[in-house]
């Protein structure tokens, strides 16, 4: 599989995030945001096209990817939404195109509603957005996350290839899944991947979801039609709370819509992001 490597780093409230940006410095901003349990390479094939007409910046949240992960460490919703916006001003973006996937859904939309952050245009892919969420695994694992952590090596390994495949409806292609898997291994990646688990508090979608109707810019929620962490209907609720936005359901694609349908949702992106906002 090509590389994917993010090769600036930012000092963040939650720890150094790594970060990239690709396409002309200078052009039309997109950023683009991922989920859980995730990093910025699901976003690598719609990276690269949308930067033959826009400067994309890519980012691993704090905990996730090839940016920093400790014990103690903040990797909430809310934390991520505070780093977001710091990452903005780091980046002198004012009011660039966001592009959010799964839990950077609702890091956007917190960054947008509860910190200022100005958009010119968002759309939400699959997001975590509207409760409830949050799979039966996912819940048991948020509340027994010190047991889970205490996994031997092997068996922790086998859970996280199983949880992360389960968001591809087609499949993932092995190499993918390696990659995908390989920062949740070891002693300090098994001990980051249940702690974002115990800290994904849905009272941080909670406290913003009452004000999706105060969204004033051009919205696009796109979903997989066949995901099975959040099913569709979520996302038709979504864009009918917020004003004007449209409804893009993308056939044959799960969760994980970026490795099920790249060519599908980089040619809805790409329409979405040329009209004029």
Known sequence: MSEWQLAETFRSVSGDVRWSSLGQPGRDPVVLLHGTPFSSYVWRAVARALARRHQVFVWDMPGYGTSEKFAGQDVSLAAQGRVFTEL???????????????????????????HGARYRALALVDPVALAPWGS???RLVGEHSGVFEQLPPALHHALVREYVSSASSPGLHPAVLDRLVRPWLGDVGQAAFYRQIAQADQLHTDEMQ???GEIGIPTSVCWGQDDTWIPVEKGRELAARIPGARFEPIAGAGHLVQEDAPAELTAVLTAFLRKPH
């Open 210 to 212: 009452d004000r999706y």
């Open 136 to 138: 039966p695994f996912f």
């Open 88 to 114: 903005l001003a780091h980046w002198h973006l004012e009011e660039p195109l966001v592009v959010a996937h799964d839990f950077g859904g609702a890091v956007s939309l917190r960054a947008h509603l509860l």
